[in-house]
């Protein structure tokens, strides 16, 4: 059985455009430098052939990857109650005095200008399921880290 993987929206339709692009033009682009290095000659000495053919296999390994995510793919926004949860917006202030502000969620969910906090890290992990005004601790590089949660929200594309 494999885990299911939350995505928003937006990170879903990235990950199936991808996919798409990969399964289609990508494919086709390494057939042709793949019949371009054929042309070459003798395929044992053939550098072009054997850079084409190991981006072959890690494309594919992208698209396996990809399906993976897609077919296990819990797609949906995050709860607007409050409690931290996958798919929140934290903001947090450690023992310095400096905030910053965190989304938790996986890496298939990446984008421009939020600091990921994967739910199975360290700090991930000790702030789902947490409110404003909690304060969470957790260990980190053989650290002891204290934050406070200063605002809770969900996510939105």
């Known amino acids: 059985m494999t885990d299911t993987t939350w995505l928003t929206p937006a990170a879903h339709q990235k990950l199936i455009a991808e ?5 289609t033009d990508g494919r086709r682009q390494i057939e042709i430098r793949l019949a371009e290095a054929r042309s070459h000659g003798d395929l044992r000495e053939n550098g072009d052939y054997d850079a084409a053919k190991n981006d072959q296999g890690l ?3 992208r698209i396996r990857h990809l399906q993976a995510l897609i077919d296990t793919a819990e797609v949906r926004e995050a709860a607007d109650d409050g409690v931290v949860s996958i798919g929140s917006i934290v903001t947090v202030v450690d023992e310095d005095g400096d905030e910053m502000e965190y989304f ?6 990446k984008v421009p200008g939020y600091i990921l906090t994967s739910p199975e890290s360290p700090l991930g992990e000790a702030l789902l399921e947490k409110r404003v005004g909690d304060r969470v601790s957790y260990e980190a590089n053989g650290r002891i880290f204290t934050v406070e949660i200063r605002g809770v929200r969900p996510f939105r594309d």
């Open 19 to 23: 996919l798409e692009h990969l399964k």
């Open 59 to 61: 494309m594919e390994a």
């Open 104 to 109: 938790v969620a996986n890496r298939a969910n």
